[in-house]
């Protein structure tokens, strides 16, 4: 799958990354992104509101400054 994806030129999301291992071993197989256990654990609501909050104020003051 990846390397169809890669013909075609589209960007690549491997999802199940559980391991330092396999994040390593799907880079070298030519994936752009992972998400998974290793990366993230999964964010209750309250704590995914509060990311996505801090995000947004990251955001913004990156494009002020690049303003």
Do not use: C
């Not at 390397?3 to 994936?31: D, I, Y």
Request: net charge negative; no cysteine; glycine share 8%.
């Amino acid at each position: 799958m990846l390397n169809l994806a890669k013909g075609a030129e589209l960007e690549t999301v491997v999802e199940g990354v559980e391991s330092l291992e396999l994040l390593v071993e799907l880079t070298k197989m030519g994936a752009d992104i992972g998400q998974g256990y290793f990366i993230a654990k999964p964010f209750s609501e309250h704590h995914q509101q509060n990311w996505l909050a801090t995000e947004a104020r990251s955001l913004r003051a990156m494009v002020k400054i690049n303003s």
